[in-house]
Each structure stands twice: as structure tokens, then as C-alpha cells.
């Protein structure tokens, strides 16, 4: 029977839990305030009567076996615990709701959550926060099938916030991975909005296109030349059809005018407080520019963050790079802010064959995609990182992108072998070479992958790369039996950021309607176990807080995320109701920033 670990020696020791009893839709916590006599000691809250799982047990084995010591026993889950009690930002104590009474003074908040689950704070572990923040301002093209839908969305945009001719539109969220082979051209665009320059920017970032008056401001004419690592795409004359590719994105996005600061702030703030609504603790937002940077910090220094953030700085700025050189990686005064990792970008995007393959790709002869220098990747500046004790975390989509990676670190190591110890991820991690899952376990490189990628990119994935070689993508599994750990993210805007979807991903390998049955390359699926740590735990220790946050122990900061189902019991069941899963409350640092 699993023991439980209580916080003050006075508390009793529970013999057992409760059978496993699935849980859903529970009702709205309640909050009750106390006026019994004043404990010793008393608790600032106090959330109970639900199902508790600490996730302080060892890791599972390789295969997803349980460790001995989990609260796992004849194939069933059970909780750790029904309540526990937070003061001064940490956690007081766990146990039953009858053993937290001892905590409750008439200052503290009860909260009863009817059986609702209890967890460790999620992290969504690759982010673009100004991106979700710019959803309230910019043209959201999610789920858009046509060009002439993603045409109207700009058209009822601009008439319903009767937007100014001149003024910058910037659309984002269609699928270049779908729409690889039909890239719009300029013409709709450019006869429906003729009075705004417009971009509309790919979900991945990998494709955008705009209407004329964009084209001109971004340069984007018959004698433009392609920029190093992208496209831009002509017709059958040579002229641009103002669609672009790869980094040729970059060429309208820096045409694009600045925000002001106050701009930036309210778009992080706003994008922080979306996640703090889906159930997030904390985010690790992925290239974080000069003036993004600048923006964190000021919040810090405000304490406007809602959630915890670490902010990877962008590899492609050099001048932010070397100032933070001078530096060194730092954690911020109230540790919402973490700057203390670089993100690199290596290759392109699999969809919109950007990706660096070893082998050419199935559906284009010839071509293997970019990668490197070409590509924005700046050896010299990313090393010059990593000797200064950053973690580098490095965008990786292909086999051959990967293995490049692989040996940009080995050739670092080699220099200065402390350098392995920094915790060094590997982003995306998509497509790997069957010989190359062993490498990451040599040089201790965490796999930071999106679980959404594998529902929605299977449409295309075989089509880009073959059967053989798909056997061999989204391999978290392989992954697991080579002892890699992994962290789990979103890549939003691109996919959505959903706890439930993102479970539900990777634990089945299918897409919302369930297909293919039985998952795809279902050999490849995880545990719920698994799959929560990726979120937790594990998360916790690729940001170097592995001692105080990824679960619930005396002592550790509150961050909690409450789930009104027990994700054990209800991927035991039918994982395919994950999906109807609600956040009931976040917790940071002890403090309720959200409830339903």
C-alpha cells in the first residue's frame, strides 16, 4: 500500500485511500471561511475533498511500468491524498481533509472541490505568449480551409473595428503543413482590402503571404532576391505571387511597425492570463526578442506577471545575446521570471518542407530542406552561450536537423564537458534517425516535444517523408527506452494549448474524432503517468526548479492545477473523454489566479 508523505510529524498517517472513483464535471469549488479556535500554526488556504496526486513518487520504468512505490496497485490509481494546506506561497502540508483541519484559522480559505483533482502546477513547455496576447488584437485565421474564408476574416475585421486605411493588419493561424502545395497569391487579398498593408502568417511561421501594399513595404518585388534559408515564391514569369516560405516570413514580419511598450505588455499580460485560465502555472515562452525581453522584465519589476515564465532569449538577436553574455542567467526577485536559456533555430518546418531531412523528401525529389547558418542558426554566438552557462534549446524538426544538432553539441562538450549539465533541449525533436535516440542519452539532451503535433501533422506526415522514416517521428516511446527525458508543450499559436488535448494527444496518438483507431504508430504512446510528468515533473527540472515546483510536497511553492476529472481514472475508462475535461482553478505561489 502506498504511504503517504504528511508534512508535520503530529499528523497521522492515512492507511489507505478510497477506491478509484472517476471523476468529471464536478461542481464549482466552494470557499468557506473559518472561526474555530486559532492553530499553532495556520494555513492561508486550504483546498479539500478532492483527489490528490503529488506525483512525488519515482519515474516510471522505460516500458510506463509504475515504480513500486506509486499509488498504483492491481492496475488502478488511487489518489495520495483528498486536501492540502498552503501558507506564505508554499505548501504547508498534504493529507486527508480531516488531518488539514488542524491548519484552519479564521484567516484561512477553505475550498471544497467536490472530488476534483488535485495536481501539480501544468507547464506548457514551448510557448510564443505574444502571439496568444495579439489573438485580442490581431485577425485570427485558425481553422480557415480557403483562401476566400481567410479573405473574409480580414474584410469583417477591419469593418467591425473600424480600422483606418494605412494602419498594419496582421493575420495568423492558417495550416502551411495543409496548404503546402496551394499558397495563396496576393490577388484576392489585394483586391478585397486595398487600403491596408496585410500580412497573413502561417500557424508554424513557416508560410505568410500579403496583399500589394504589404509586398512593397516588405521589399517583395520581381527583383528581390530570395533571402538566406527562404523562398519567395513566383509564378510561371518570375513575378512574386506574394507568397513567401521559410524565413522568407521574416521579410514582412520586420516591415511590420513596432508596438510601443505599453502595446507589448498588455499582449504578454494578456497572453499569460489565457494560459492562467487554461490551468498553466508557469510557460517557457521560445525566442524571446530584444524588445520582448525588455517587456518581461518590466512586468517583473511590476509584478504583473500572473503565471511564471521563462523566457528563452532568441538566438537570432545577437545583440541580445551578448548582453546577456555580460550578464549570465538569472532569476528574477519573486521568481516569476527566469531568463537563463537561449533558443536556436536549426531547420524549417516538416509541413512546409523546411525541415532538414538526411534523405530527400518523398514528395519533393531532390530537395532535403534547410538547415543551419542558412537558416538563422549563429554557431559561434550559441556557443559563445553555452560556455557562459546558458541552456541552449535548439528547433529541430528533420533527421538530418537533429543529427547536426547532435553534433554542434558533442563538438561543444568537447571544449568544455561541464556544458552537458546545462540541461540542453532539443526542440521539437520531430524526426529522428533511428541511430540518433542513443546520441541524446550520451550527451544528456532533454527532448522538448508538442503532443498536439502528432494529431494534427499525421495527415501530411507520410506524404512528406515516407512510412519507413515516419516510423521513426514523434517517437516518444524510443525516446523513453533510450532514458531521454521529455517535456511537453504547445507550440501555440500553431496548436492548441489545451491540458486535456495535449493529455489526450499523446496518451492516444489520435487526432479529436478518434483516428486512426488505435492511434497512430500507436506503438509510440505513453501513460497518463508519463504523460502528466511531462508536464510536471519533468517540466520542472528543465527549468531547473526541480526542487521546488512539479509537485506536491511540503515545502515546494503552491502551484496546483485543480481538474474537475482524475486523469488516471479516466484514461483507464475511455481516454477519449479527456477531451471533456475543465480547469477548475490555478494556483501560483499560493495565490487562486483563476476559478471557474
Not at 494605412?166 to 490577388?187: K, L, M, T, Y
Not at 542513443?438 to 499525421?458: H, M
Not at 511531462?534 to 512539479?550: I, K, L
Request: with cysteine; proline share 5%; hydrophobic share 40%.
Amino acid at each position: 500500500m502506498f504511504k503517504i508523505q504528511h508534512s508535520p510529524a503530529r499528523l497521522k498517517l492515512l492507511a489507505a485511500v478510497g477506491i478509484l472513483l472517476l471523476v468529471s464535471c464536478s461542481p464549482e469549488p466552494v470557499s468557506t471561511p473559518i472561526a474555530d479556535t486559532e492553530p499553532e500554526l495556520s494555513a492561508d488556504l486550504i483546498i479539500e475533498n478532492g483527489r490528490l496526486y503529488s506525483m512525488a513518487w519515482p519515474e516510471p520504468s522505460a516500458e510506463g511500468v509504475p515504480a513500486a512505490s506509486a499509488p498504483f496497485s492491481n492496475g488502478v490509481w488511487s489518489p495520495d491524498a483528498q486536501a492540502i494546506a498552503i501558507k506564505d506561497g508554499v505548501i504547508l502540508a498534504i493529507g486527508s481533509t480531516s488531518e488539514m483541519s488542524e491548519f484552519k484559522g479564521s484567516a484561512t480559505e477553505v475550498v471544497d472541490v467536490h472530488g476534483a483533482s488535485i495536481m501539480p502546477g501544468f507547464v506548457d513547455t514551448h510557448t510564443h505568449i505574444e502571439e496568444l496576447g495579439a489573438t485580442l488584437d490581431d485577425v485570427d485565421l485558425k481553422g480557415v480551409q480557403t483562401e476566400v474564408e481567410a479573405v473574409e476574416r480580414v474584410v469583417r475585421h477591419i469593418a467591425a473595428n473600424d480600422i483606418p486605411a494605412g494602419q498594419w493588419i496582421v493575420a495568423r493561424g492558417w495550416d502551411e503543413g495543409q496548404w503546402a502545395d496551394r499558397f495563396p497569391s496576393h490577388d484576392l487579398l489585394s483586391a478585397s482590402v486595398p487600403n491596408n498593408p496585410v500580412l497573413m502568417d502561417g500557424m508554424n511561421g513557416f508560410g505568410a503571404w500579403g496583399n500589394q501594399l504589404a509586398m512593397a513595404a516588405a521589399g517583395i518585388t520581381a527583383d528581390a532576391q530570395d533571402p538566406v534559408g527562404g523562398e519567395i515564391i513566383r509564378d510561371a514569369n518570375g513575378a512574386p505571387t506574394g507568397a513567401v516560405r521559410n524565413r522568407g516570413v521574416a521579410l514582412y514580419r520586420e516591415a511590420v511597425p513596432p508596438l510601443s511598450m505599453e502595446r507589448l505588455e498588455n499582449r504578454l499580460v494578456n497572453g499569460l492570463r489565457i494560459m492562467q485560465d487554461s490551468g498553466f502555472t508557469a510557460v517557457h515562452h521560445a525566442g524571446v526578442n530584444t524588445e520582448l525581453m525588455a517587456a518581461y522584465e518590466s512586468l517583473a519589476s511590476k509584478d504583473m506577471l500572473p503565471i511564471r515564465v521563462n523566457a528563452m532569449i532568441s538566438g537570432r538577436d545577437k545583440a541580445l545575446m551578448s548582453q546577456w553574455i555580460t550578464r549570465g542567467p538569472t532569476r528574477f526577485a519573486g521568481d516569476k521570471l527566469f531568463v537563463q536559456s537561449v533558443k536556436g533555430y536549426y531547420d524549417g518546418s516538416l509541413g512546409a518542407r523546411g525541415a532538414k531531412l538526411l534523405e530527400e523528401y518523398s514528395d519533393r525529389p531532390g530537395h532535403f530542406g534547410v538547415s543551419g547558418e542558412e537558416y538563422g542558426f549563429f554557431t559561434e554566438e550559441i556557443g559563445a552561450m553555452l560556455l557562459a552557462g546558458f541552456q541552449v534549446n535548439i528547433h529541430a524538426i528533420g533527421d538530418g536537423g537533429n543529427r547536426e544538432v547532435l553534433q554542434f553539441f558533442r563538438d561543444n562538450f568537447a571544449i568544455d564537458p561541464e556544458m552537458k549539465a546545462l540541461r540542453n533541449r532539443i526542440e521539437h525533436a520531430q524526426v529522428v534517425h533511428p541511430d540518433d535516440f542513443a546520441v541524446y542519452d550520451e550527451l544528456d539532451v532533454i527532448a522538448s516535444v508538442q503532443p498536439p503535433f502528432v494529431a494534427e501533422d499525421k495527415v501530411w506526415t507520410v506524404d512528406r517523408i515516407g512510412l519507413d522514416r515516419a516510423a521513426g517521428a514523434y517517437a516518444w516511446r524510443t525516446f523513453r527506452r533510450h532514458n531521454v527525458p521529455l517535456v511537453f508543450g504547445s507550440d501555440l499559436m500553431g496548436y492548441d494549448w489545451s491540458i486535456f488535448y495535449g493529455l489526450h494527444s499523446a496518451i492516444t496518438r489520435q487526432s479529436t474524432d478518434s483516428q486512426p483507431p488505435g492511434g497512430w504508430f500507436p506503438e509510440e504512446k505513453l501513460t497518463a503517468e508519463e504523460t502528466i510528468r511531462g508536464y510536471t515533473v519533468n517540466a520542472s527540472y528543465a527549468n531547473f526548479t526541480e526542487n521546488e515546483t512539479g509537485m506536491l510536497k511540503e515545502g515546494m511553492w503552491a502551484d496546483i492545477t485543480v481538474l474537475d476529472q482524475d486523469v488516471f481514472a479516466t484514461v483507464a475508462q475511455d481516454p477519449a473523454h479527456l477531451l471533456d475535461g475543465k480547469v477548475l482553478m490555478t494556483i501560483v505561489g499560493g495565490d487562486v489566479v483563476y476559478r471557474q
